[in-house]
């Protein structure tokens, strides 16, 4: 694939990722997640509750609960329970990874991330910089044209 399609493929996937936070029960924030290789979408994921737990991810103060899982987190656990694996893949995630899934991106041999929101702390997005892991911010106000 030429390099000149990149950029378009990558707000494609990245406004594909915001619908798919849509399926978040979360109040506060919803988050979706996308892992991408080879052109084909191998994994996906929205924050939430554990499997088993019920849809419910803040308490009676609105105050995330500690088990929930973050999109990136349940995109890249959802690979370790098939077939694929996600060596070298890019992952399209609407919020900017924290300390926690940066290393698990890491540690999944992801190789790119791209994100359309700034979260307050940028201790992922510089771990993942420091692992020379590609980082491509596209604001929302991009993800609109191509």
């Known amino acids: 694939m030429g390099s000149n399609k990149q950029p378009a493929l990558d707000k494609r996937y990245l406004r594909m990722a915001a619908i798919w936070a849509e399926n978040s029960y979360c109040r506060r924030r919803r988050v979706g997640a996308l892992i991408v290789k080879d052109k084909m979408i191998i994994s996906d994921g929205y924050n939430g509750t554990?499997?088993?737990?019920?849809?419910?991810?803040?308490?009676?103060?609105?105050?995330?609960?500690?088990?929930?899982?973050?999109?990136?987190?349940?995109?890249?656990?959802?690979?370790?329970?098939?077939?694929?694996?996600?060596?070298?893949?890019?992952?399209?995630?609407?919020?900017?990874p924290c300390i926690e899934c940066a290393k698990l991106i890491i540690q999944a041999g992801i190789k790119r991330v791209v994100y359309s929101e700034k979260y307050r702390l940028t201790d992922g997005i510089e771990l993942l910089e420091k692992a020379n892991i590609e980082v491509l911010y596209i604001g929302e106000e991009e993800l609109c044209h191509e």
């Open 50 to 96: 554990p499997s088993g737990f019920e849809n419910i991810c803040e308490d009676e103060n609105g105050t995330t609960k500690p088990y929930v899982l973050h999109a990136e987190a349940n995109a890249i656990t959802k690979i370790a329970g098939s077939n694929n694996n996600s060596k070298d893949s890019t992952l399209y995630v609407t919020a900017s």
